[in-house]
């Protein structure tokens, strides 16, 4: 079965400090992965997603910026947080090609910027 | 005009009552719609998804379909306190991207 993890779980930072979260997907070969913002009593924000290694389309212009190095890993990352910043950050998965579009999430990073 | 939307809720139906759930969508094209539920501080989790127009049943849960209308709906039957979450519809969009309305807040009273 697939499982996605997503760390840290929790993450407090200063303002202009820089950013790295991590998304991995198990029991799977070459999903479409997707980065999704959530702020504070809001929907869900797509801010990336990836068909592919190395293959990052943005929804939303911003500070922010994500990598795939690897088949079943994606990254968000910031070189300067804002504290606009703050807010549930979610990396969900799909079949590659499939009919469906459905998506899974992860358990999910909640970013504090102060 | 929004492209999916929901109402915001808060929803409050007492123990045992059938709680229905809106979602209304804007593009014509979309062929895959979505239920997931969303508790306080978690991740959201898929609960059914519909593609043909009607109803779709999986246990206290009927997804109801109408295309023409361009709506979607969610019927929680014998409603429990557990079912207390935010519910969010999510419709499908162009390059296998989803949509997601704003979510709406259910509360189940004892």
């Known amino acids: 079965s697939q499982t996605i993890h997503q760390w840290p779980a929790t993450l407090v930072q200063p303002v202009g400090s820089p950013l790295s979260l991590e998304c991995t997907v198990e029991?799977?070969?070459?999903?479409?992965l997707y980065w999704y913002r959530q702020a504070a009593g809001r929907g869900l924000q797509l801010l990336f997603y990836s068909v592919g290694i190395g293959q990052i389309s943005s929804e939303v212009p911003q500070n922010l910026s994500a990598s795939r190095p690897q088949d079943r890993q994606f990254i968000l990352s910031s070189k300067k947080l804002l504290l606009s910043d703050s807010g549930f950050y979610l990396c969900?998965?799909?079949?590659?090609?499939?009919?469906?579009?459905?998506?899974?999430f992860g358990p999910g990073t909640r970013l504090t910027v102060l | 005009q929004k492209e999916v939307e929901q109402n915001s809720g808060p929803l409050s139906v007492p123990e045992g009552a059938i709680a229905s759930l809106n979602c209304t969508y804007s593009d014509r094209g979309s062929q895959s719609f979505f239920w997931y539920r969303q508790y306080s501080g978690k991740s959201p989790e898929l609960i059914m998804f519909i593609y043909s127009n009607g109803d779709k049943e999986d246990g206290r849960f009927t997804a109801q379909l109408n295309k023409a209308s361009q709506y979607v709906s969610l019927l929680i039957r014998d409603s429990q306190p557990s079912d207390s979450a935010t519910y969010l519809c999510a419709v499908s969009g162009r390059g296998g991207k989803l949509i997601f309305g704003q979510g709406t807040e259910l509360s189940v009273k004892p």
């Open positions: 029991g799977t070969s070459n999903p479409n």
């Open positions: 969900a998965w799909s079949v590659e090609g499939g009919s469906t579009d459905t998506q899974y």
